[in-house]
């Protein structure tokens, strides 16, 4: 196989990454969102908070994004790999619009402590990853079944949003 071939998705359609780094830069772009978290951390304010009755402990959060963002980056490689950015534009936007969605949720929680608002986001971050999804589930069924532990984590956060929201107004 000639150099050029080897960048080109199963698809044959070109890109302008070679197919074997498009996994590590899809898991580098799903991480972004953790990073909001190096600013905002939950700090004073968040241990002064009444604690929903099933609010896993802190040390949960960690390892359950890690796994759940490396999963969310392989989903886009999948999408990606098969029919390329200009065939996969709707549903790679679609999970990039989730992501950012993602990252506002702890600048709106930890930073702002706007509960309330954090919910709203939260909201929104489930309904883009339901469309990605669907969007991914036309392309790539593995890839639609990899973002369904993504989409299970943040309903639970909805739930943990909404009774911290109940508990502390």
């Known amino acids: 196989m000639s150099?050029?071939?080897?960048?080109?998705?199963?698809?044959?359609?070109?890109?302008?990454?070679?197919?074997?780094l498009g996994l590590p830069a899809w898991v580098v772009v799903s991480f972004l969102p953790s990073l909001t978290g190096l600013f905002f951390m939950p700090g004073e304010w968040y241990k002064?908070?009444?604690?929903?009755?099933?609010?896993?402990?802190?040390?949960?959060f960690a390892?359950?994004?890690?796994?759940?963002?490396?999963?969310?980056?392989?989903s886009a490689w999948l999408v990606w790999r098969q029919v390329g950015w200009s065939r996969g534009k709707v549903p790679l936007s679609l999970f990039l619009c989730q992501l950012v969605v993602n990252g506002l949720?702890?600048?709106?929680?930890?930073g702002l402590h706007e509960i309330g608002i954090a919910l709203l986001d939260l909201l929104l971050m489930i309904v883009l990853v339901a469309l990605t999804i669907a969007a991914f589930w036309k392309i790539s069924r593995p890839a639609a079944v990899l973002l369904l532990p993504y989409l299970a984590w943040i309903s639970f956060a909805g739930y943990l949003n909404f009774a911290f929201w109940q508990l502390n107004r």
Do not use: C, I, K
């Open 3 to 20: 150099q050029d071939h080897a960048s080109l998705p199963p698809s044959g359609q070109r890109t302008s990454l070679p197919v074997w």
């Open 48 to 60: 002064t908070l009444q604690r929903p009755e099933l609010a896993p402990p802190n040390w949960v």
């Open 63 to 74: 390892p359950v994004w890690t796994t759940l963002y490396f999963l969310m980056g392989v």
């Open 105 to 110: 949720w702890t600048w709106l929680f930890f």
